[in-house]
């Protein structure tokens, strides 16, 4: 990916509260505005934003898929944060709780004595393979009028509302299984948008990592980072919660951190990965137990930039174990480099 694009992005959970973006008109929308909202270092989730970037000013439908945690509502929020100061307000709603009346219901709120209607263009629909065939129908009509009486729809309906459905599930599966109205599923898949799950994108998880460590240092006042078993162990983990998962194991970890480096234990992840330790086990070189030993401590140090008391909290050892680890290696005859501190 561009290397220009901004560094400095907003957290994942948090973007649609922080974002403060200011659109003159619904055309203004940039990429680098996109990705303050849903921010991503893969190049197709990338790919994925410029094309909701491009539908946001459109109150098409839009159909968004992916695993539960990968982001779906955070996508919803961007587009709809996309849409340009016209956007309105925006509603979630789980389709396996809402009442029966939900489409028919008066979207206002009671203020003393009078009500005022709710701005709402964009409506998220969360598990929209939760709706029953009869509130299917009516999301159907509603639609359908869409297409029909645009000039004419009242503004803070529900009608008016631009629909985005997500869902985990395949939802032509669903329809070959007659569990799915086909037809709605036609209306529905105006435009379709997969987010990738986290394992298959490992420069989110190395970035997602670093955003949540600066995040919870701040809430914590603490100051830790991942060693780098850490990072592969992050790498390598399956995270069948995907990005949800992964913020709160760093969330975890740096609240019960006691040292400055976060190591693999600390992870305190689920489950270990046999795909975690078979990666580990392959990158090490065919050397001796000594080896090793020797070549992580100067690596180390030298990534400590020469502080020893930095590298054995790394290493997991003393200062007094590192010292003397360190003047056997120049016995030896290895050049070690370093502040005696």
Same mark, same amino acid.
């Given at each position: 990916m561009n290397e220009t694009r901004p560094s400095q992005l907003f957290d994942v959970d948090?973007?649609? !509260?922080?974002? &403060?973006?200011?659109?003159?008109?619904?055309t203004t929308c940039t990429e680098e505005e996109m990705l303050k909202n849903f921010p991503t270092r893969d190049e197709a989730v990338y790919k994925l934003l410029n094309i909701a970037r491009v539908a946001a000013s459109a109150k098409i439908p839009i159909l968004i898929t992916g695993e539960s945690g990968s982001g779906k509502e955070t996508l919803s929020k961007a587009i709809h944060i996309a849409g340009g100061k016209n956007r309105g307000k925006m509603m979630v709603a789980n389709c396996s709780n809402l009442p029966q009346h939900f489409f028919e219901m008066d979207l206002s709120q009671?203020? &003393?004595d009078y009500s005022r209607s709710i701005e709402c263009s964009t409506l998220m629909m969360d598990e929209i393979t939760s709706l029953d065939n009869n509130m299917q129908i009516? !999301?159907?009509?509603? !639609?359908?009028d869409q297409d029909l009486n645009k000039g004419s729809i009242k503004r803070g309906t529900l009608a008016d509302s631009r629909i985005i459905a997500c869902t985990?599930?395949?939802?032509?599966?669903e329809v070959s299984a007659q569990k799915f109205r086909q037809d709605l599923f036609f209306k529905l898949n105006g435009l379709s948008l997969e987010i990738p799950a986290l394992r298959r994108r490992p420069l989110d998880i190395d970035y997602y990592s670093e955003l949540f460590i600066k995040e919870f240092c701040?809430?914590?006042?603490?100051?830790?980072?991942?060693?780098?078993?850490?990072?592969?162990a992050l790498r390598t983990y399956s995270w069948p919660g995907n990005v949800r998962e992964l913020r709160s194991v760093i969330q975890r970890s740096? !609240?019960?951190?006691?040292?400055d480096y976060i190591g693999v234990e600390e992870l305190h992840m689920i489950k270990a990965n046999t795909r975690t330790e078979v990666a580990l086990?392959?990158?090490l070189p065919q050397i001796t137990l000594r080896e090793l030993e020797q070549r992580m401590i100067l690596q180390t140090l030298r990534r400590m930039n020469g502080n020893r008391t930095h590298t054995a909290k790394v290493l997991g050892i003393s200062l007094r174990a590192l010292r003397y680890k360190l003047n056997e290696l120049v016995d030896c005859g290895f050049e070690v480099e370093g502040k005696n501190i």
């Open positions: 948090n973007s649609f !509260l922080q974002s &403060g973006i200011n659109f003159d008109s619904p009671r203020q &003393g009516k !999301l159907l009509k509603i !639609l359908r985990v599930k395949n939802l032509q599966d701040n809430q914590f006042s603490k100051n830790v980072q991942l060693s780098p078993t850490a990072k592969q740096v !609240l019960l951190a006691t040292h086990s392959d990158s």
